[in-house]
């Protein structure tokens, strides 16, 4: 989307910088003639809701309490909520301007155009995640020159998967932060209920469709960790040394991990490991 229009600076004047050049291309337009500054008529155009229409910016009360009762102690119960609150809640994805074609007046580099694209965060070990805000207030304090996209949280979700963003990560750097695991996220793009891995159905089936092959699997337990990582609590035969069983557990890792709609079910996974 262009955010300013292009600068001819081969018609500038020798004094004339890149903003006097705007202004000067443009000093013939008469905004009551009903066109835009490219001389196509506003008449007949149709604006599309995005369904925000009486949005005032404000943040949910209830999503904000969930976000500050959410911390490191977060139960189980607490995620399956947030989730919840978030899927009905308005979110907004911040855009912001990039710079485009460049221009040179008088020895002075600019933008002579620039692009809105969304943003995306980079942690340390290559992780990408989704910026989303509640509120207005919560998108100014961490960026005010940064424009407000109005989505539902289904859209932020698929808009999160489309740039390869594992997470979303909600009012960063507030007291209000919280993060959507990618487990969440996916659930979100697909308009599906979310549940803790070790309470999922299909989890499960995944996973005792994954050890079924194992004769030495006596029995399978299926526990919920922190971060939202599922262990998988075996019981196995006596008998087996140590390659064996690293043998059978790296056999049902990778069976868990072909399986795609189980794995984005699964946030991190963790063996426990005991006798029948």
Not at 249 to 274: M, N, P, W, Y
Request: aromatic share 2%; net charge negative.
């Amino acid at each position: 989307m262009t955010d300013r229009p292009d600068v001819d600076p081969g018609g500038a004047d020798p004094g004339e910088g890149a903003d006097q050049a705007i202004r000067r291309r443009f000093a013939g337009h008469d905004p009551q003639a009903g066109v835009d500054t490219g001389g196509t008529p506003w008449a007949g155009r149709q604006l599309t809701s995005t369904g925000f229409d009486g949005d005032t910016g404000d943040a949910d009360a209830v999503l904000i309490e969930a976000l500050r009762r959410r911390g490191a102690e977060a139960t189980a119960a607490d995620d399956v909520r947030l989730v919840e609150l978030v899927t009905a809640a308005r979110l907004l994805v911040p855009v912001v301007a990039v710079a485009g074609e460049m221009t040179e007046v008088n020895g002075l580099v600019s933008d002579a155009t620039s692009d809105m694209a969304a943003v995306t965060l980079v942690a340390p070990d290559g992780q990408r995640a989704l910026p989303a805000f509640t509120s207005l207030a919560a998108l100014g304090q961490w960026d005010a020159s940064a424009r407000p996209v109005p989505v539902s949280a289904q859209r932020a979700a698929q808009a999160a998967v489309q740039e390869g963003c594992h997470v979303i990560v909600l009012d960063p750097g507030l007291p209000t932060a919280g993060t959507l695991r990618g487990s969440m996220v996916w659930a979100l793009a697909m308009g599906r209920d979310w549940l803790p891995a070790h309470q999922d159905p299909q989890v499960r089936a995944g996973v005792e469709a994954a050890t079924a092959p194992e004769p030495d699997v006596g029995s399978v337990r299926l526990e919920g960790g922190s971060d939202g990582e599922l262990v998988i609590r075996l019981g196995l035969q006596p008998g087996l040394d140590g390659s064996q069983v690293r043998d059978l557990v790296q056999r049902v890792s990778e069976r868990v991990a072909t399986d795609g709609e189980v794995r984005a079910r699964i946030d991190a996974i963790s063996f426990a490991l005991g006798a029948v």
